[in-house]
């Protein structure tokens, strides 16, 4: 079972324990929550046959957005594959920063970077694909995470960016201890790289912070990089 419909089981156990406790006090009929675990869980068991997890997705991601913590997260790790794209010169062509926008431009998880990768994809298709393009694409997928360690001390977020990364290089032959291993070391670069350009990658919260465009961002990015 997917974590997004174990998340969802643990909302309906919730729902029904606390109405449970709190029915008799506000006279709350006991098929009230009743029908709302009902259809907590028929929403997880149709998400997970049918929508592949997308719809569990799009409520926790509501439900979590109500924490200011939880969206600067999402805004520092998502900033951290922006930056560091960027100094790889990979274009950036646009960001999201929940699922609901992350699920209208066709990617997963709660928020996303997009880069211009077509020579990276079209290299995959063919099975293979550039020693100094791959190192430089597993940088840019694991400075999320890095980020989220800077910042926070822990990592919450990447575990899609980590099996996206583990499907491309599983699809190159690298075994699981070899891809392990290669994690580790990009997560690293992305962090060195994230340090060395900390102001840089501050303005570029910010940036994020406001939904600016990707252009202004970009241009809050070489503000800082400039020689002063």
Known sequence: MSQTALNLIAISVFLMTFSTLLGPLI???PIVPALATFTV???????RFSWQNKGGRLMLDWIANFSPQHRERIIHHEAGHFLVAHILEFEVINYTLNAWE????NQSGQGGVTVDDRHCTSQLEGGSLNTHI???????????IAAEKLV??????GLDDRQKLSAILQG???SELAYAQKQRFH???AQNLLQENWSAYQALVNAMRQRQSVSDCVRAIEMCRSPQ
């Open 27 to 29: 006279h709350l009929s």
């Open 41 to 47: 869980l028929g929403i997880a068991t149709v998400d």
């Open 102 to 105: 992350a699920l209208k431009q």
């Open 134 to 144: 791959l190192d430089r694409y597993c940088t840019i997928w694991m400075a999320g």
């Open 152 to 157: 926070f001390n822990d990592t919450v977020g």
């Open 172 to 174: 190159l032959g690298f």
């Open 187 to 189: 997560a690293l670069q």
